[in-house]
C-alpha cells in the first residue's frame, strides 16, 4: 500500500479492493492556489482527479487496500507548473541530439563537455548546442569563439546558438553546412567572412533568426522510433522541474502532422507524462491563408482530450506580421501593407471558432495588429469568445494594454529578459529595461496573463529561471533589471504558472488549483519556494511530479517510484552523458551566503537590544561578563 513506512495509515474499513483512491500524498505542506481552502497536508487522486484535500483525517476515509500512499516529509507541495510558452514539440524531437549548456557556470566547463563530446560523437553526426543559454551566464562573460570549437572539436561539425543573435560553426561545421566564399547572404541574415573572403564560422541574425534555423535544419535527424524515444525523455526532463502542462507554440521548421506525430503516438499510446494543448503556424510563406482554411474546416479547438488538444493557430498567422526578438539589431519595421493578408487570416479563424496567439515584441507591431482587430469588432468578431493572445510583448504601452482588455485578449509573458536583458538595456538603457516587459501594467490591467519560457533555442527550459527573473528582476548573469515595486509577488507569480497558463487553453476550471474534482497535477519540491533566498530560486528542482495521479518523475527520498522509460538512444547522445539542465549547488548553501545570514541575524540581535534599552528593558551597557577562558 504504501510507498514509505506511515505510522497510522490503515485502508479505511469496509472499501472494496480497487475501490479506495489510486494515490494518497501525506505529510505535505500543500500551497493549493484555492482561496477557499490555501492550504493542507495531505491529498487523495482517484481516476486522475482530486478526491480529497485536507489533512490526514480528510484523506483516511479514501485509502484502499491499493491505495499509494506518498509521506511528503514536510516539503513544500505546489500544483503542477504549466509553461505557456513552450516548444515542447520541437524539442522533444531533437533533445537527445543536443548538448545542453542551460545552468552551465563557465565558458571552461562548456568547452570541457564538448572536447568530451566530440570524442564520442560518430562520424557524419554534429555537436549541437542550441539555446538555453547565454555568455552572461558564464564567469568569463563572453561567447565562445569559432577557433575554440575547432580546437575543442577538429573533425566534428559543431554548431551552437547563441539566443537569437548568432550561431558559431567550427570550421567542420562550416564545411558540412556548404558555406564558402560564395554564398551569399540570406535576407536578413549575414554569414561573416574573414580578409580572405571566406566564412568565419560566425552567423549573425540581422535581424532575422531564419538564417540560424536553416543553417540547424542541416543537420542529421532522427527516424521516428527515436523521435519518440527522444520526445519520452524530454518530457521525463520537464517533470524534473515540476511541469505538468505545457502550452506549445508551434515555430518555424514545425510542420504539421510531421512533426507532430511523436506526440500524437505517445497520447494513443498513454505516454505522455505531461499534457499538450497545441497550435498550428502556417509554414509555407504565401501558403498561409489556404493552410488556415484547411486546417479550420477539418477540426475545431478543444476536440482533443486532457493530455493532447489542439489550441488555436499561431504564433504566427502570415509570415509577413511577425517581428524580431534579436535585441542586439535595431528594431526592425514590419512590411507596409502586411495587414490586408493578415486581416483575412484573422477573420478566417475568428469565423470557424479558433483562437490564435500572436508573436509580437514590439508595441509598434500590437499597435498595428490591434487595429485589424478594432475594424473587425465592428462586424462583430471582437470581443466574440475566442481565445486569442499576444506572446511577449516586451515593449507593450499602456494604450496598447487598455485596447487588448477591450477586445478580449490575453498575454503571455516570457523571461526572455533573463538571457536578453543586458543586450536590450545597452541598446535602449537601464530606464528603459526596467519596464520590459511592463509587468506591473499587465498585472494591474486585469487581462488574463500567463507565464512561460520560450524555451528551448532561447531561453532554458527550466520553470524555475523564469520564476526567479519575475520574483527578483535579475538576469542569469545577475543583472538588477527591475527595482523592487516593479517585481512579482511570489504568490503571483506562482499562478502565472499554474492556472494562468489553464486559462489560455480554457482549463482554468479544471487545473491549476489543488482541489477536489480538479486533475491530480502536482510536485512536491526539492526547496520551499515561499521561504528560499531569491537567488535560489533557479536552483529548485521537483523530488516528486504526479499528473493525474500518475507519478511520472521521482528523486531523492522517492527514487524509484516513477515510470520506467525506455532506454535512451543514440548510446553516444550528449544527453546520455552529461543529463539536461545542468544543476549547481544552490548559493544559499555556500559559506558566503551563510555567513551573510548570520550577519543579517546579529544586526537583528542589534536591533532589538537597541529596542529593548529604548523602552526601559535593558541596560544601556551591556554587563561585563568576566571569563578567564577567553582572556587573551
Known amino acids: 500500500m504504501t510507498t514509505m513506512p506511515v505510522g497510522g495509515i490503515t485502508p479505511a474499513p469496509g472499501i472494496p479492493d480497487g475501490a479506495g483512491a489510486d494515490l494518497v500524498l501525506r505529510n505535505a505542506r500543500i500551497h493549493t492556489g484555492d482561496p477557499g481552502r490555501p492550504a493542507a497536508t495531505a491529498l487523495a487522486v482517484r481516476g486522475g482527479r482530486i478526491t480529497a484535500v485536507g489533512d490526514d483525517a480528510d484523506v483516511a476515509p479514501h485509502i484502499g487496500p491499493r491505495t499509494r500512499v506518498v509521506d511528503a516529509l514536510g516539503r513544500r507541495t505546489v500544483p503542477g507548473l504549466n509553461d505557456s510558452h513552450l516548444h515542447v514539440i520541437r524539442g522533444g524531437l531533437n533533445y537527445v541530439l543536443e548538448l545542453r549548456w542551460d545552468g552551465v557556470p563557465s565558458l571552461r566547463q562548456a568547452l570541457a563537455m564538448l ?35 575547432t580546437a575543442a572539436a577538429p573533425d566534428t561539425p559543431v554548431f551552437v546558438l547563441h539566443l537569437y543573435q548568432a550561431a558559431i560553426l567550427n570550421r567542420a561545421a562550416v564545411r558540412a553546412a556548404g558555406f564558402t566564399r560564395d554564398t551569399p547572404d540570406p535576407k536578413g541574415g549575414q554569414i561573416v567572412r574573414g580578409r580572405d ?26 527516424d521516428e522510433a527515436d523521435r519518440r524515444v527522444s520526445t519520452r525523455h524530454f518530457l521525463r526532463e520537464l517533470n524534473r522541474f515540476g511541469l505538468t502542462s505545457a502550452v506549445d507554440a508551434a515555430g518555424g521548421f514545425q510542420s504539421f502532422p510531421e512533426h507532430y506525430a511523436a506526440v500524437i503516438d505517445l497520447a494513443r499510446a498513454g505516454e505522455l507524462s505531461l499534457r499538450i494543448a497545441y497550435h498550428l ?25 486532457e493530455w493532447l488538444r489542439l489550441n488555436g493557430a499561431g504564433e504566427n498567422l502570415t509570415w509577413a506580421a511577425a517581428d524580431f526578438e534579436n535585441f542586439s539589431e535595431p528594431r526592425p519595421a514590419l512590411a507596409p501593407g502586411y495587414e490586408t493578408e493578415f486581416e483575412q487570416a484573422v477573420r478566417l479563424l475568428m469565423g470557424h471558432g479558433w483562437g490564435f496567439r500572436l508573436h509580437a515584441t514590439y508595441d509598434e507591431t500590437i499597435r498595428r495588429d490591434l487595429a485589424v482587430f478594432e475594424k473587425l469588432a465592428a462586424d462583430g468578431l471582437f470581443p466574440a469568445g475566442n481565445r486569442w493572445l499576444f506572446d511577449h510583448a516586451e515593449t507593450v504601452t499602456p494604450g496598447s494594454l487598455e485596447r487588448i482588455a477591450a477586445l478580449g485578449g490575453s498575454l503571455s509573458v516570457q523571461n ?31 487581462i488574463p496573463m500567463a507565464a512561460g519560457t520560450d524555451a528551448t533555442r532561447v531561453s532554458s527550459y527550466n520553470p524555475w529561471v523564469a520564476l526567479h527573473w519575475l520574483v527578483t528582476g535579475r538576469t542569469v548573469g545577475d543583472l538588477c533589471l527591475y527595482p523592487p515595486d516593479r517585481l512579482v509577488p511570489r504568490e503571483r507569480a506562482l499562478e502565472l504558472y499554474t492556472r494562468g497558463g489553464a486559462r489560455l487553453t480554457g482549463e482554468e476550471d479544471v487545473k491549476g488549483v489543488l482541489k477536489e474534482g480538479w486533475y491530480g497535477d502536482f510536485t512536491v519540491l526539492s526547496h520551499d519556494f515561499f521561504a528560499v533566498h531569491g537567488d535560489d530560486i533557479p536552483h529548485i528542482e521537483s523530488v516528486l511530479t504526479v499528473v493525474g495521479g500518475r507519478i511520472v518523475y521521482a528523486a531523492a527520498e522517492h527514487e524509484g517510484l516513477d515510470e520506467a522509460l525506455p532506454p535512451l538512444r543514440p ?52 554587563p561585563t561578563v568576566f571569563d578567564p577562558c577567553y582572556v587573551l
Open 197 to 222: 573572403g571566406e566564412p568565419t564560422g560566425l552567423l549573425l541574425a540581422a535581424p532575422g533568426a531564419l538564417i540560424l534555423y536553416s543553417t540547424l535544419a542541416a543537420a542529421p535527424t532522427l
Open 416 to 446: 526572455r529578459m533573463s538571457f536578453q536583458g543586458k543586450a536590450f538595456a545597452d541598446r535602449y538603457g537601464a530606464e528603459a529595461a526596467a519596464r520590459t516587459p511592463p509587468l506591473k501594467e499587465m498585472l494591474a490591467s486585469g
Open 281 to 305: 503556424f502556417p509554414q509555407t510563406a504565401g501558403q498561409e491563408l489556404a493552410d488556415l482554411t484547411r486546417w479550420t474546416n477539418t477540426v475545431r479547438p478543444d476536440e482533443g482530450d
Open 115 to 149: 572536447r568530451e563530446q566530440a570524442g564520442r560523437t560518430p562520424k557524419g553526426q554534429w555537436i549541437r548546442v542550441v539555446g538555453g543559454w547565454t555568455a552572461e551566464q558564464f564567469a568569463e562573460r563572453r561567447m565562445p569563439t569559432a577557433a575554440e570549437l
Open 571 to 622: 548510446e553516444w547522445s550528449p544527453v546520455a552523458h552529461f543529463g539536461g539542465y545542468q544543476a549547481t549547488p544552490p548559493p544559499g548553501l555556500t559559506g558566503a551566503r551563510q555567513a551573510d545570514r548570520l550577519a543579517l541575524a546579529v544586526a537583528e540581535s542589534e536591533q532589538h537590544r537597541q529596542w529593548r534599552v529604548a523602552r526601559g528593558f535593558a541596560p544601556e551597557t551591556p
